[in-house]
Each structure stands twice: as C-alpha cells, then as structure tokens.
C-alpha cells in the first residue's frame, strides 16, 4: 500500500517534468520567420526587404518639394516639385512588381525573396531588386544623335537586412546600375555603388529611418553626390505614412543614385513625403 501511495505521489511530479523537458525542445527547436524588419516597401529612397503579400496591390504617391535652399523666391520648396505616382503588386509571397512615373522617369521594377531571417535559422533577410528607368529629362534639342535606348539606365541590387530587436534594424544594399547616357566622358556608363539604411521604432506607431548610397565610382569632375535621406515613418491602420528630407529630388533608384544634386551641408535638401495605400 505504501508502494502504491509514493508512486501515486510521484507519477504527478514525473509528468511535469516530462512536460516542461518538452516544451523545452519546442523553445530549442522552434525556427519561426522574423517579420516587420520595416514597414514600409522603402526605407526613404533605398528599397527595404518587405515585399508585398501575395495578392497586396499598393497605391504610393511620392513627393519631393523643391529645395529649402531656395528660400521665399522658391517659396521654401513649394516650387519645381516632383511627384511619382506608383502601383506596386504582390505576385506571388516572394516576387513584387512595381509601375511608377514621375516628371523625371518611368520606371518598372521586380523584388524577390531568396532567403529569409529566422529566429533559431538564418541570421538576415536576401532580397533582390531589379529595375529599368526610361530618363524623361534628355531632350533631342540638346543631345540630337539621342536615341530612345539612351534614355535607359538598368538598376540590380541584393537587399540584406537584420532585424536585431523589436526596435532596431539595419541593412546593407550592395548596388550596381548601367546608364546607357551620362553627360560626363568621364563617367563609366556601369556605375557600383553600397546602400546602408536603418529603422529606429520610436513608439507603436512611430519610427526613425535614415538611408544612404555611397558611390564607388563616381568621376572625380562629376557635379553628382551622394545622397542621405532622413525621415519618420507614421503607421495608420492601412496607411504608411513616410515624411523626410533628402539631398536627392530623383525618387526612382536610378535618379537618386547617379543624380543627386543636394548638399547638406548647404542646406540644399528636399523635403518630402511617400504616402502607401494598401488594397
């Protein structure tokens, strides 16, 4: 009788523990998808890692004032804006396509998971973007032997991100970009270039994001810099609202790359805004 008592007592304890070694394995085995590194398709001007789900048709109106620099003659950027208006469509969960015109280029683009951050797994997010700009801005009257294929500039890029907390992640953008025109004999037509870009959550709703491109091989006569874009991000149930300055007014990849014109140092930037629309 006294047997049966202790192992009536016993067998409890033995299951919990038997229970709690389980679901340790669980924890310990566990490898679930990192999710939200950023929540919007861009950081500013630099491409994110998010894709759009599968089906996700996106409305994004984008906007860049004219420079600050121009003061009350300008009427503080009011003037000489610039607006893209793009439609961004989730293919399948790992493949976007992208449709966008703005004063200064159309511009079509695909983006692609090939590997995803996980929590016990993989420690980043690989993404490829590709895109092809048609330049809106080269006249014949200026350039007469200009033909159509000379306003093309090709854009590929692997997007590598890390999500290091609920508040921070960062990512590195290695670039290289062909214009099939460049107003300086100097310039290479195959340019490279590296993006770097971070996302800093502030609040529940609110988020810090900074990007920038350093170019590799820019002519050491070219009157084109480097672009650095900071803003804040506003979520809003099916809105992202981005607000920023940037030394860049070219929205589209092959415009804030090759074309920068601000200086920051100057005050020569741009305020702005992308607005998405989720459908």
């Known amino acids: 009788m ?16 038997q229970n709690d070694l389980l679901d340790g394995m669980d924890t310990a085995t566990r490898n679930e998808k990192v999710t939200s590194a950023f929540k919007g398709l861009k950081i500013v001007n630099l491409e994110s890692t998010k894709l759009a789900a599968k089906g996700d048709l996106y409305f994004i109106v984008a906007h860049r004032f004219g420079s600050v620099k121009d003061g009350f003659e300008g009427f503080f ?9 793009k439609f961004v469509y989730g293919l399948t969960q790992w493949l976007t396509i992208s449709a966008a015109r703005s004063e200064l280029a159309y511009d079509f683009s695909t983006k692609y998971t090939l590997l995803n951050q996980t929590t016990n797994g993989f420690p980043v997010t690989v993404a490829g973007f590709t895109s092809l700009a048609i330049n809106n801005t080269l006249k014949e009257s200026l350039y007469p032997k200009l033909t159509f294929d000379n306003r093309f500039t090709y854009v590929g890029q692997l997007l590598i991100s890390r999500k290091f907390s609920e508040k921070l992640s960062l990512e590195v953008a290695p670039t290289m970009f062909h214009e099939n025109f460049v107003d300086n004999v100097q310039q290479d037509n195959t340019q490279y270039a590296v993006g770097l870009g971070g996302r800093y959550k502030l609040s529940k709703r609110w988020s810090l994001n900074v990007d920038y491109a350093a170019h590799l091989n820019r002519a050491s006569n070219s009157i084109y810099k480097n672009p650095l874009s900071v803003g804040f991000d506003l979520e809003t149930g099916g809105h992202v609202f981005q607000m920023h300055f940037t030394s860049s007014q070219g929205i589209h990849e092959a415009g804030y790359l090759a074309q920068t014109t601000g200086d920051w140092t100057k005050g020569d930037v741009f305020f702005g805004f992308n607005l998405l629309r989720v459908f």
């Open 77 to 85: 950027g009011l003037d000489n804006a610039n607006t893209q208006l």
């Open 2 to 17: 006294k047997k049966l008592i202790l192992l009536l007592f016993l067998f409890p304890l033995a299951s919990f523990a």
